[in-house]
């Protein structure tokens, strides 16, 4: 166990560390401890209690708000947990929560499983189980936490101790999409895995952006139509590289539709992408590459150009009821406005909500038929105000047709009540009274900015 605290020499070089992207917000903890064991987090637990510290814990990082970054207490760093080890034969694991989703994917590549890992290639399984965790073939496999079948965790009295059907069963629902604000330290995810599939396959075509209101209203239309297996995405602004090379303006903003599929054979995903040859407006496409067998190294290289390291970043993400092509059309005319070349609109079509908030299975429990993506980026520490406040002034234009937000990607420090407006009516209440249960002292800190 490794404790650098605010007074160390290397105390900023540490701190700046422990968030992904280069805006990195005024929080300092009073100590960082990095881990290496179970033993070591037990250690870490105590010495908060001793000293009077609440805990925030940090995975891999990649939060946009930097949670686990809080002013005082201590920030355990779980960064060198990056393990995993796989049943094939029951098709399942027991992975560590810094391990990144394509180190995931690899290792179960090797033994002919797959799981619905996250999208973006570093994000850490930590922090992406506890906000929900939307993945790869979602649509088959579900949303990620529901594969979370048990949790090995040291509580606020530092003791190890495991949450599953069994056990501890509260502390097991809040683990699956209840957010940043768990009361305990979870250490080991056991996992549901599936059969890898035999063929994947993507389709991408990119069109001038006012084409998006008749693009919207077709994937409204078509969507009910669509295999499971079938997930897209629709992204105004640069066009992933794999495309950007046929363009005639590269450095223009464009609108990028993108689909993949999964199946058993290269037939059943061209199939599954044949609809998409049918969009009224193809004969408008400006790059048209239909049904492309890739791997899952492609798709994380896809999503590591849309999202780069090396960034500023101000992000936020909503559900909404609302017509795409309406609420798509106006952020398009937005987008216009903003500083940065590079900030992007994310939106997937999705048709009605899979998620039943009346199961109660899981915490994660907010889902509406459009899901919308603000990603603002940006390079110099100077253009930070002019960013952020168009950054604000999308959002808040989006307030009418908001629904609520997905938990892993919101601002939670812009509302009081974002993390209960990220869940379905009564969950948030129930979170609430399982901290009060597992840590009434409130040794972990619990959501950040929410009253």
């Known amino acids: 166990m490794r404790a650098v605290w605010r007074t160390d020499a290397d105390y900023e070089a540490t701190r700046r560390r422990m968030v992904w992207q280069k805006r990195i917000p005024d929080r300092f903890p009073d100590v960082i401890v990095t881990v290496v064991s179970d033993a070591d987090v037990i250690e870490a637990v105590k010495l908060a209690r001793s000293r009077g510290l609440r805990i925030s814990v940090r995975a891999g990082g990649h939060s946009w708000i930097a949670t686990s970054l809080r002013d005082g207490g201590m920030l ?19 992975a560590q929560p810094a391990i990144k989703n394509t180190e995931v994917m690899a290792v179960l590549s090797r033994h002919g499983l797959a799981f619905p890992a996250g999208h973006c290639p570093t994000v850490a399984l930590g922090g992406y189980l506890l906000s929900g965790g939307q993945g790869w073939n979602q649509g088959t496999w579900g949303i990620a936490c529901k594969n979370v079948t048990a949790i090995d ?3 606020a009295d530092g003791d190890l101790i495991t949450a599953d059907a069994q056990q501890n069963t509260d502390l097991l629902w809040a683990s ?13 995810y056991h996992l549901r895995l599936f059969p890898a599939p035999k063929s994947i396959m993507q389709s991408l075509y990119v069109y001038p952006l006012d084409l998006v209101e008749s693009i919207a209203s077709w994937l409204a239309q078509t969507v009910a139509s669509l295999p499971a297996s079938l ?27 993108w689909p993949v599929t999964y199946g058993d054979s290269a037939d059943e995903t061209m199939a599954a992408l044949a609809p998409l040859e049918n969009c009224p407006v193809i004969d408008q496409a400006l790059v048209r590459q239909a049904n492309t067998p890739v791997s899952w190294d492609d798709l994380f290289a896809v999503e590591a150009a849309v999202f780069p390291e090396g960034y500023r970043y101000d992000v936020g993400i909503i559900w909404s009821d609302a017509d795409p092509a309406a609420v798509l059309g106006g952020l398009r005319d937005r987008l216009a ?53 168009w950054h604000r002034d999308m959002l808040r234009s989006l307030e009418p047709v908001t629904r609520g937000h997905y938990m892993g990607e919101t601002d939670l420090t812009a509302s009081p009540t974002r993390a209960r407006d ?14 009060q249960r597992h840590d009434p002292a409130g040794v972990f800190y619990s959501h950040i900015g929410q009253s």
């Open 231 to 257: 997930e897209q995405l629709l992204l105004m602004g640069l066009a992933p590289p794999v495309a950007a090379a046929q363009l005639r303006h590269p450095r223009r903003r464009h609108l990028t539709l």
């Open 76 to 94: 355990i760093d779980l960064s060198q947990l990056n393990g995993v080890t796989v049943d094939a034969e029951a098709r399942t694991a027991i």
């Open 422 to 435: 990220s869940l379905a009516p009564g969950v948030w209440e129930r979170l609430k009274a399982i901290r």
């Open 176 to 188: 699956r999409g209840g957010g940043p604000g768990f009361p305990g330290v979870i250490l080991r």
């Open 337 to 389: 406005e903003t500083p940065s070349i590079r900030t992007e609109i994310l939106g997937a079509v999705t048709g009605p909500p899979t998620i039943d908030p009346s199961a109660r299975e899981m915490a994660y429990s907010m889902a509406a038929p459009l899901y919308i993506g603000s990603f603002t980026i940006w390079e110099n520490p100077e253009d930070d105000e002019a960013n952020q406040r």
């Open 153 to 155: 965790l040291v509580n």
